[in-house]
Protein backbone atom coordinates (compact mmCIF):
# COMPACT_ATOMS: atom_id res chain seq x y z
CA UNK A 1 0.00 0.00 0.00
CA UNK A 2 1.76 3.38 -1.20
CA UNK A 3 2.42 5.53 1.76
CA UNK A 4 0.93 8.72 1.71
CA UNK A 5 2.54 12.40 2.89
CA UNK A 6 0.50 15.51 3.77
CA UNK A 7 0.67 18.73 5.56
CA UNK A 8 -0.62 18.25 9.49
CA UNK A 9 -2.23 21.50 8.93
CA UNK A 10 -3.59 24.50 6.87
CA UNK A 11 -5.19 27.90 7.72
CA UNK A 12 -7.80 29.90 5.42
CA UNK A 13 -10.00 32.31 5.30
CA UNK A 14 -13.86 32.10 4.05
CA UNK A 15 -13.84 32.39 0.49
CA UNK A 16 -10.66 31.54 -0.67
CA UNK A 17 -9.56 28.36 -2.54
CA UNK A 18 -7.68 26.10 -0.61
CA UNK A 19 -5.19 23.34 -2.29
CA UNK A 20 -4.62 20.85 -0.21
CA UNK A 21 -0.95 18.21 -1.97
CA UNK A 22 -0.47 14.44 -0.89
CA UNK A 23 2.47 12.68 -1.80
CA UNK A 24 2.69 9.43 -2.84
CA UNK A 25 6.00 8.35 -4.05
CA UNK A 26 5.23 4.85 -4.45
CA UNK A 27 1.86 4.66 -5.94
CA UNK A 28 1.54 1.29 -7.72
CA UNK A 29 -0.34 1.21 -11.33
CA UNK A 30 -3.68 -0.07 -10.66
CA UNK A 31 -4.02 2.54 -7.85
CA UNK A 32 -6.25 5.51 -7.36
CA UNK A 33 -6.43 7.99 -4.92
CA UNK A 34 -9.27 9.03 -2.69
CA UNK A 35 -10.00 11.57 -0.70
CA UNK A 36 -12.30 11.66 2.76
CA UNK A 37 -13.43 14.71 4.88
CA UNK A 38 -13.82 14.41 8.53
CA UNK A 39 -15.63 16.35 11.09
CA UNK A 40 -14.99 16.11 14.57
CA UNK A 41 -17.04 13.29 16.67
CA UNK A 42 -18.48 11.63 12.73
CA UNK A 43 -16.97 8.97 10.74
CA UNK A 44 -15.13 10.00 7.64
CA UNK A 45 -16.96 11.33 4.41
CA UNK A 46 -15.76 10.40 0.68
CA UNK A 47 -15.05 13.48 -1.41
CA UNK A 48 -13.78 12.36 -4.12
CA UNK A 49 -11.88 9.79 -6.37
CA UNK A 50 -9.60 9.76 -8.89
CA UNK A 51 -6.81 8.09 -11.25
CA UNK A 52 -5.49 10.44 -13.45
CA UNK A 53 -5.45 13.97 -14.79
CA UNK A 54 -8.25 15.98 -13.27
CA UNK A 55 -11.81 14.72 -11.71
CA UNK A 56 -14.28 17.01 -10.62
CA UNK A 57 -17.64 16.71 -8.91
CA UNK A 58 -20.19 19.25 -7.05
CA UNK A 59 -17.38 19.10 -3.79
CA UNK A 60 -14.04 19.56 -4.69
CA UNK A 61 -11.35 18.96 -7.84
CA UNK A 62 -8.77 16.35 -7.77
CA UNK A 63 -5.56 17.39 -9.71
CA UNK A 64 -3.46 14.43 -10.36
CA UNK A 65 -0.14 15.00 -12.47
CA UNK A 66 1.16 12.52 -15.38
CA UNK A 67 3.48 10.62 -12.81
CA UNK A 68 1.09 10.34 -10.36
CA UNK A 69 3.05 10.70 -7.49
CA UNK A 70 1.20 13.50 -5.82
CA UNK A 71 -2.64 14.45 -6.40
CA UNK A 72 -3.73 17.57 -5.31
CA UNK A 73 -7.60 18.48 -3.87
CA UNK A 74 -8.94 21.62 -4.47
CA UNK A 75 -11.70 23.34 -2.75
CA UNK A 76 -13.21 26.36 -4.32
CA UNK A 77 -14.77 29.03 -1.83
CA UNK A 78 -14.59 27.33 1.28
CA UNK A 79 -16.84 28.83 3.98
CA UNK A 80 -16.51 28.11 7.78
CA UNK A 81 -18.04 24.34 7.38
CA UNK A 82 -15.23 23.29 5.63
CA UNK A 83 -12.89 23.20 8.78
CA UNK A 84 -12.26 19.38 8.90
CA UNK A 85 -9.35 16.75 8.53
CA UNK A 86 -8.82 15.96 5.23
CA UNK A 87 -7.18 12.41 4.59
CA UNK A 88 -5.48 10.93 1.38
CA UNK A 89 -5.95 7.88 0.82
CA UNK A 90 -3.94 5.09 -1.95
CA UNK A 91 -4.69 2.29 -2.74
CA UNK A 92 -7.50 -0.81 -2.58
CA UNK A 93 -5.54 -3.83 -4.13
CA UNK A 94 -7.87 -6.08 -2.39
CA UNK A 95 -6.24 -9.09 -4.06
CA UNK A 96 -2.70 -8.80 -2.58
CA UNK A 97 -3.91 -8.07 0.56
CA UNK A 98 -3.66 -4.28 0.78
CA UNK A 99 -6.14 -2.60 3.10
CA UNK A 100 -6.66 1.03 3.35
CA UNK A 101 -5.25 3.04 5.85
CA UNK A 102 -5.53 6.29 6.65
CA UNK A 103 -2.64 8.58 7.78
CA UNK A 104 -3.27 11.49 10.33
CA UNK A 105 -4.41 13.94 7.39
CA UNK A 106 -4.74 17.69 7.06
CA UNK A 107 -6.74 19.61 9.94
CA UNK A 108 -7.91 22.78 8.01
CA UNK A 109 -9.12 25.61 9.61
CA UNK A 110 -11.68 28.40 7.76
CA UNK A 111 -11.64 31.51 9.78
CA UNK A 112 -14.20 34.58 8.72
CA UNK B 1 -29.30 2.94 -0.96
CA UNK B 2 -27.03 1.77 0.85
CA UNK B 3 -26.73 2.74 4.84
CA UNK B 4 -24.90 2.01 7.72
CA UNK B 5 -26.05 1.77 11.25
CA UNK B 6 -23.50 1.72 14.13
CA UNK B 7 -24.79 1.50 17.81
CA UNK B 8 -24.20 2.68 20.74
CA UNK B 9 -22.80 6.32 20.02
CA UNK B 10 -21.56 6.32 23.47
CA UNK B 11 -20.56 4.04 25.79
CA UNK B 12 -18.81 4.21 29.17
CA UNK B 13 -17.52 0.49 30.37
CA UNK B 14 -15.15 0.02 33.68
CA UNK B 15 -11.81 -1.64 33.00
CA UNK B 16 -12.04 -5.72 32.78
CA UNK B 17 -15.61 -5.25 31.72
CA UNK B 18 -16.29 -6.78 28.13
CA UNK B 19 -17.81 -5.10 25.31
CA UNK B 20 -19.38 -5.68 21.63
CA UNK B 21 -20.19 -3.18 19.30
CA UNK B 22 -22.89 -3.97 16.10
CA UNK B 23 -22.69 -2.82 12.72
CA UNK B 24 -24.94 -3.58 10.12
CA UNK B 25 -25.33 -2.85 6.41
CA UNK B 26 -28.47 -2.02 4.40
CA UNK B 27 -28.63 -2.15 1.14
CA UNK B 28 -25.75 -4.01 -0.38
CA UNK B 29 -24.57 -7.74 -0.33
CA UNK B 30 -21.20 -9.37 0.34
CA UNK B 31 -19.94 -5.63 1.40
CA UNK B 32 -16.13 -5.45 2.75
CA UNK B 33 -16.45 -4.46 6.52
CA UNK B 34 -13.86 -2.77 8.53
CA UNK B 35 -13.66 -1.81 11.83
CA UNK B 36 -11.00 1.31 12.65
CA UNK B 37 -10.10 3.07 15.82
CA UNK B 38 -8.98 6.26 16.51
CA UNK B 39 -7.37 7.97 19.11
CA UNK B 40 -8.25 11.77 19.85
CA UNK B 41 -6.21 13.81 18.09
CA UNK B 42 -4.91 11.32 16.00
CA UNK B 43 -5.39 9.13 12.71
CA UNK B 44 -7.98 6.06 11.90
CA UNK B 45 -6.15 2.78 12.92
CA UNK B 46 -7.22 -0.24 11.06
CA UNK B 47 -8.31 -3.05 13.49
CA UNK B 48 -9.96 -5.58 11.34
CA UNK B 49 -11.56 -6.04 8.18
CA UNK B 50 -13.86 -8.88 6.83
CA UNK B 51 -14.63 -10.08 3.45
CA UNK B 52 -16.65 -12.23 3.93
CA UNK B 53 -19.02 -14.33 6.46
CA UNK B 54 -15.89 -15.50 9.25
CA UNK B 55 -13.45 -14.19 7.13
CA UNK B 56 -12.10 -12.09 9.61
CA UNK B 57 -8.10 -10.23 9.14
CA UNK B 58 -6.81 -8.68 12.20
CA UNK B 59 -4.40 -5.49 11.46
CA UNK B 60 -3.15 -5.40 14.89
CA UNK B 61 -2.59 -7.50 18.02
CA UNK B 62 -4.87 -6.70 20.80
CA UNK B 63 -7.57 -7.57 23.18
CA UNK B 64 -9.84 -7.18 21.00
CA UNK B 65 -12.16 -9.63 18.56
CA UNK B 66 -14.20 -9.59 15.69
CA UNK B 67 -17.03 -11.78 14.03
CA UNK B 68 -18.67 -11.59 11.25
CA UNK B 69 -21.71 -14.15 11.37
CA UNK B 70 -24.56 -12.32 9.23
CA UNK B 71 -23.34 -11.13 5.43
CA UNK B 72 -24.14 -6.89 6.70
CA UNK B 73 -23.05 -7.49 10.36
CA UNK B 74 -20.07 -6.60 12.07
CA UNK B 75 -19.23 -7.22 15.61
CA UNK B 76 -16.42 -5.62 17.99
CA UNK B 77 -15.75 -7.22 20.91
CA UNK B 78 -13.58 -7.51 23.80
CA UNK B 79 -13.89 -10.28 27.22
CA UNK B 80 -12.00 -7.14 29.65
CA UNK B 81 -11.66 -3.87 28.28
CA UNK B 82 -8.17 -2.10 29.20
CA UNK B 83 -8.05 1.80 29.75
CA UNK B 84 -6.34 1.66 26.05
CA UNK B 85 -8.60 0.71 24.38
CA UNK B 86 -10.54 4.20 25.19
CA UNK B 87 -11.02 5.98 21.55
CA UNK B 88 -13.78 6.67 18.96
CA UNK B 89 -14.52 3.36 16.73
CA UNK B 90 -16.03 3.10 13.60
CA UNK B 91 -17.36 0.95 10.81
CA UNK B 92 -17.61 0.90 7.85
CA UNK B 93 -18.06 -1.01 4.65
CA UNK B 94 -16.38 -0.49 1.08
CA UNK B 95 -18.04 -0.42 -2.12
CA UNK B 96 -15.82 -2.26 -4.77
CA UNK B 97 -15.66 -1.50 -8.50
CA UNK B 98 -12.49 -3.17 -9.75
CA UNK B 99 -9.74 -2.80 -7.65
CA UNK B 100 -11.64 0.62 -6.49
CA UNK B 101 -12.71 0.89 -3.33
CA UNK B 102 -14.43 3.28 -1.61
CA UNK B 103 -15.30 3.54 2.17
CA UNK B 104 -18.39 4.45 3.68
CA UNK B 105 -18.51 4.84 7.79
CA UNK B 106 -21.22 4.79 10.32
CA UNK B 107 -21.22 7.66 12.80
CA UNK B 108 -18.99 5.82 15.37
CA UNK B 109 -19.21 4.88 19.12
CA UNK B 110 -17.26 7.38 21.44
CA UNK B 111 -15.61 4.73 24.20
CA UNK B 112 -14.41 5.22 27.69
CA UNK B 113 -13.10 2.99 29.39
CA UNK B 114 -12.66 4.36 33.03
Known amino acids: LAKTTQPISMDSYEGQEVNITCSHN???????ITWYQQFPSQGPRFIIQ???TKVTNEVASLFIPADRKSSTLSLPRVSLSDTAVYYC?????????????FGTGTRLAVRP | SQTIHQWPATLVQPVGSPLSLECTVE??????LYWYRQAAGRGLQLLFY??????ISSEVPQNLSASRPQDRQFILSSKKLLLSDSGFYLC?????????????FGSGTQLSVL
Open chain 2, 92 to 104: AWGSVVGTNEKLF
Open chain 1, 26 to 32: NIATNDY
Open chain 1, 50 to 52: GYK
Open chain 1, 89 to 101: LVGAEKSSGDKLT
Open chain 2, 27 to 32: GTSNPN
Open chain 2, 50 to 55: SVGIGQ
